[in-house]
């Protein structure tokens, strides 16, 4: 029997339930190689919570893609087409307009493992873990968090074209302290900037050394082989082993904080969503020499910066730069839909019967031989 509360809708929410439906964005992406103890450590405190043997599951990172990917996304059109709710008699979110922005995040795969014999084959799978994530619009900073658990930050986001023709320019600005002073008053401060140099070939004619993504397939032997680095995109899922995707599924913990406690949770769960890149076009490579990325290592960001960077324990005040491996832009049609509660952790309630937790942990690949279509109520657990 089910007995949850209906959600309350306010005329004046923001939150927009998915599914989404984004054409023509356009996708700057960035390859940096990343710390997989930091990765671990990441998966160790937001994804891996309470006793293995009972959530039965645990994330580590995926073991031969040690990188991270930044992207810088640019939404002319955001399409919402989840239907309106009958018993509440509101407008359909489809018929309410649509909305634009920009956005920026660090997406790192990791693996989910089941425990077990059984479950390490059905409910293994791979999925993206985003530990940062900006946009530019306040509505989607909203909907990001309080739907799909995705720690969405509201930022100012520039983007645009380089100093030459077809290169790529972006910063980040966000609210923070400049250093651990007290008594500091918190401002606006640059998080990260990246410039390139135009697409290859370069104007110069130089290539770059044979040992990244960029590089082989911009090589003459790839691109007879591919017909054309235009069919990149056809070949880009078999190449990186569906790790640079056509369809993402991100991981997320979803949290609300319990008004009398705030430093305890009356509500915690995995939420995963998926994300698929329909019609990729116009794939242009850079040479991974020809980018420079930079992170702002001051007080407020430094956190952030050692999730996934080999940064040193305390902040330096300055730029910290990367090394990246490979860049890419190219167009795609964005469908966000299929969100799921992969694992709903039980709640202490102080005294009370604590709240029944449930997992859905089986992977994509096996539901269908399962009989597993469309949504599933969680299994209990003890």
């Not at 985003?130 to 968090?145: A, K």
């Not at 017909?227 to 991981?251: Q, Y």
């Not at 007080?299 to 952030?304: E, L, N, R, T, V």
Request: aromatic share 10%; net charge neutral.
């Amino acid at each position: 029997m089910n007995t949850r509360i209906p959600y309350v809708q306010s005329a004046a929410s923001q939150q927009v339930p998915p599914p989404y439906h984004f054409p023509g964005v356009t996708v700057n992406a960035f390859y940096l190689n990343v710390s997989m103890a930091k990765v671990q450590e990441y998966c160790d405190r937001y994804l891996n919570i309470g006793d293995e043997k009972t959530r039965g599951y645990v994330y580590r990172p995926v073991p031969f893609w040690p990188y991270a990917t930044v992207l810088f996304l640019d939404y002319p059109t955001m399409i919402s087409s989840a239907p309106a709710s009958a018993h509440l008699g509101e407008v359909a979110y489809s018929d309410r307009g649509a909305i634009s922005q920009t956005e920026v995040f660090v997406a790192i795969p990791v693996m989910r493992y089941g425990v077990g014999a059984a479950k390490l084959i059905t409910d293994t799978a791979v999925e993206w873990a985003l530990p940062f994530i900006v946009v530019g619009n306040p509505m989607s900073s909203v909907c990001g968090r309080e739907m799909l658990g995705l720690g969405k930050l509201l930022a100012d986001i520039e983007i645009g074209e380089g100093r030459y023709p077809d290169s790529f320019r972006g910063k980040i600005s966000l609210p923070g302290w400049p250093d651990s002073e007290t008594g500091t008053m918190q401002a606006q401060q640059e998080f990260m900037r990246v410039e390139t140099k135009p697409f290859l070939p370069t104007p110069t004619g130089t290539q770059p050394p044979r040992r990244t993504l960029a590089s082989l397939l911009e090589s003459p032997e790839a691109s007879k082989l591919l017909g054309g680095v235009a069919t990149a995109a056809n070949f880009i899922d078999t190449f990186s082993l569906g790790l640079i995707p056509t369809a993402m599924r991100t991981v997320g913990l979803k949290q609300y904080r319990d008004a009398a406690n705030p430093h305890r949770a009356v509500y915690q769960a995995l939420v995963t969503c998926r994300a698929q890149y329909l019609n990729v076009r116009d794939v242009r490579f850079y040479n991974e020499k020809d980018i420079d990325l930079t992170f702002n290592d001051l007080a407020s960001f430094h956190q952030i910066l050692e999730v996934f960077l080999d940064v040193g324990k305390e902040p330096t005040g300055k730029p910290f730069s990367v090394n990246t491996v490979a860049g890419c832009r190219f167009m795609a049609d964005i469908n966000f839909d299929t969100m799921r509660i992969i694992r709903e952790f039980p709640i202490d309630r102080d005294g009370l019967p604590p709240t029944t937790g449930s997992s859905d942990l089986v992977a994509r690949w096996y539901r269908p031989l399962r009989g597993f279509f469309g949504p599933r109520r969680g299994v209990g657990l003890p």
